[in-house]
């Protein structure tokens, strides 16, 4: 117990709910800022769970973490904490949790401090629909893994687990899995990136005309994909990978290199997973075959052959939702817009993707260093 009265802090801006404040589990809420230089408090040395708190408290002023070290660095994401208050509670989830997206663990959620944000997300994705979603918004409430519940929800919502016979676990488990094969430290080519291009995808495909003539497959093959659509993804452009004799350009011998490894990828996921395993061998290669060619689609050094195809069909007047060759098509038009449509964004959201974009571009570039010169 020696330590608590070193460990970090929080500021929390909000009364904390009853609930909250009467569940036992990681953390210490207290509003006496006493506890931070004083002598180590009753409550807290004399806890037995994992939570302390004063009980008569309803507007706790601080939130410590226990069993940190007090030379715990703060990290920018806790840093920037203190920036958006809405994300300081979200942040002792992530912490009680730190295995939060392990492939065993399918009941988190119910168990941890926010059910209020977990409520909030809920509220948000009544508006998934809309051209506005603030997918920065919904990632916060959602605790990071909006790709997860975002689909989730869309598969739902679709009907799509009771059509596909689809076992909710392993959907489930499958999200977690393509979400934790993002990686994280890339500022734009992340889970975040997958998820918003999702929500675009649900948007092009529930303009009237797409609605009404996608059948369910076309509808779950757009979702998947857009999900998936750019796994694993280093975090540098196929150029650089070709430049620097990266093992992936020689393996696909350097056509659309990163978009192959995308598919691949999410192809080895959905059999991982066993999502698709009760379905037909023949119609789970079919599907595979698709995913793939939505997810090549993407490759931008491409963009001309489908703009031009695209023109052409449009010139010719002959794209019929009812072919399936054509919906298709349409759906690699659809996934290719939905991932670069983040300039047309509300410019408040548009704004921050674009910084993210040009970080990786600069990280890319060599980064800080690139300015430094060589080491030494
Ligand atoms: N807001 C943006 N500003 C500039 N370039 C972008 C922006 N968003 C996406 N891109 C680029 O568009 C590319 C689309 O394909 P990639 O995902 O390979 O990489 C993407 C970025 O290089
Ligand atoms: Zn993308």
Known sequence: MEVCYQLPVLPLDRPVPKHVLGR????CLTSSPILFGGPAPRQLSKRRGAISYDSSDQTALYIRMLGMSASHPRTDAVRSEAEQPVRSVLSF???????????????????T???EYIGQAKCLLRKVG????DIFLFDRLSNGKSLVDLTLHLFIDYGLIKL????????RQFLVMVHEAYRRQNPYHNALHAADVTQAMYCYMQEPQLSESLTSCDILLGLLAAATHDLDHPGVNQTFLIKTNHYLASLYQNASVLENHHWKCAV???????????????????????????ILATDISRQNEYLSQFRAHLDRADLHLNNSQNRHFILQMALKCADI??????????KLWSHKVTDEFFSQGGGESWFCGPPG
């Open 93 to 111: 989830q992530k912490n009680l949790h730190s295995s939060h997206y392990s492939r065993n663990h399918t009941h988190a959620t119910h168990h």
């Open 113 to 115: 401090l926010d059910q």
């Open 268 to 294: 080895s996921l959905l059999r991982e997973s066993g999502l698709l395993s009760h379905f037909p061998s023949e119609d789970r290669q079919n599907l595979e075959e698709r995913l793939g060619s939505l």
């Open 24 to 27: 036992r589990g990681a953390i």
């Open 341 to 350: 449509c983040n300039p047309c964004r509300p410019w408040h959201i548009s």
């Open 164 to 171: 596909f016979r689809l076992d909710l676990l392993k959907l």
């Open 130 to 133: 809309s051209w506005s979603f």
